[in-house]
């Protein structure tokens, strides 16, 4: 299914600068516990500019988007409990939707807002797992005009981008 | 007229007792990934007959996320206390059928999957 123009940030505690990338997905950012990299900062990074630290970044999404806060504070939070290392990505597609999408979105009368969560965790955690889906039945009752879909998927050794592009592209 | 619908209610039940019996039969030690794939699809017809048997029917208007998506939203409001093994269960079989690594690798408890197939299985249509 073709992605046009959406927004993605990639949540890892890790994350290097080939992380953040640029696919038919149009990611715009990616985000790690310390460094945040977007197109604009990748091109900071590259040219050695400040970054703004993952902190500021948070600030910057929560103080914007109440529903990013609400899935930073139901979900990462959570999730950071109960497992070590998460690689978390949030793809939130506001898009010129076309054709069979743009459709869809019409039917369900939705403002064209759609939110893919997808975790990326390195083997199958049940305790984590289950906490999560609560949370995230919390997020969909407190938001039941939003399509919020949830992906988890497991690295199991596997480069994230690898899974991501894949995953993204069957979703 | 809930009568006039039960030929069209019973197909789905019928197809998730053949979906189930399919799961019954195969190596679940050899076949992991077709377990949990057979086991959302004995759900997912389960879900389709108590719809239809409220009158409720996934209409399939423009592709198949749409229907997935009125599923998702009807076992949240009608199937409430399944809904999270059900959300398990689609994101389970979805990697199963796409992460070419899945059946090599999944290094969780296949039995939990058998078990929410047969939860669902005890659901008063």
Known sequence: ?171 | MVAARLPYIQKFVDQSNHNYNFLCDIDKDRYLDWVITASFYTVLHIVNAHAAARNHPFKKIFDYESIHTQRIAYVRSNLRDKYTDFIRLINESFNARYDALYFQNYDGDINEFLKIAEDFRKIAI
């Not at chain 1, 992380?19 to 790690?32: F, P, Q």
């Not at chain 1, 999730?79 to 999408?101: C, S, T, V, W, Y």
């Open chain 1, 1 to 171: 299914m073709e992605r046009n123009k959406g927004e993605l940030i990639v949540f890892t505690k890790d994350i290097k600068n080939e992380m953040a990338y640029e696919n038919d997905n149009n990611i715009l950012c990616g985000i790690s516990r310390d460094v945040i990299c977007s197109k604009l900062l990748m091109r900071q990074i590259k040219h050695e500019q400040e970054v703004k630290t993952f902190q500021e970044i948070i600030s910057d999404l929560t103080t914007k988007n109440e529903l990013y806060e609400d899935i930073f504070n139901m979900l990462i939070k959570s999730i950071d409990e109960g497992i070590r290392n998460p690689k978390i990505l949030i793809a939130n597609f506001e898009q010129d939707i076309k054709n069979i999408e743009e459709i869809k979105y019409k039917y369900y009368e939705e403002d064209k807002n759609k939110i893919m969560i997808v975790l990326l965790l390195e083997k199958v955690n049940h305790e984590a797992e289950n906490k999560i889906y609560e949370k995230y039945a919390e997020l969909l009752d407190k938001y039941p005009d939003k399509i919020i879909n949830l992906r988890i998927m497991r690295l199991w050794g596997r480069n994230p981008k690898d899974i991501i592009d894949e995953g993204l592209k069957q979703w």
